[in-house]
């Protein structure tokens, strides 16, 4: 058989049954944060995000708008194996496969994201097996803020055609040992 013990738990008195000394003390944590970043706003550690922009630590990278690559030759990279549509969380990705000439492999005829849905994960990124698809432009996808009218939903739907177009940010990370050696290589050309 088991022995159970029995334990009686602490009485509280009044002033801790009420909880006022832990509530004073909030406060006053509360407030010092306060004054504190009322007389030196600097040592803040928010930031307003679209103009105030910081450098991520080693290897992250901010995600931000879709597109595609294109090859040398002008033709896109994608090649329609629907595995980022699969694996989409959001299921924002539509894409209609088309055949080429040589009917070997196949590009995309429809390929569209709707960025209203689009819940940035970068699993897409992550699962394409011909390196088409890249979150690098570092435009904020939502279109352009308004205060008084919110988001405006011009910006929330990616065509074929705007994929193709998105140009990738020239800004590249300089922190990271991983990324030394193409920030070197780049910086000689």
Known sequence: MISVKKIEAKKLNFLERIYITEIIKGLIITSKHLFSNLIRPSSMPTISYPE???????????????????????????????????????????????????????????????????????????????????MDTEEIPGGAYDRYANYRKNGLYASKKELFENPPHKHISKSGAANRLANEYLEGK
């Open 52 to 134: 105030q922009k910081v450098l991520l630590p080693g290897n992250a990278k901010e995600r931000s708008r879709h597109r595609i690559k294109l090859r040398k030759d002008g033709s896109p990279k994608c090649v329609a194996c629907m595995l980022c549509s699969t694996i989409c969380p959001a299921y924002c990705i539509k894409i209609e496969a088309g055949e080429t000439e040589n009917s070997v492999e196949k590009y995309p005829k429809l390929f569209d994201i709707d960025l209203s849905r689009c819940i940035m994960c970068g699993l897409c990124v992550e699962a394409c097996p011909e390196d088409a698809i890249v």
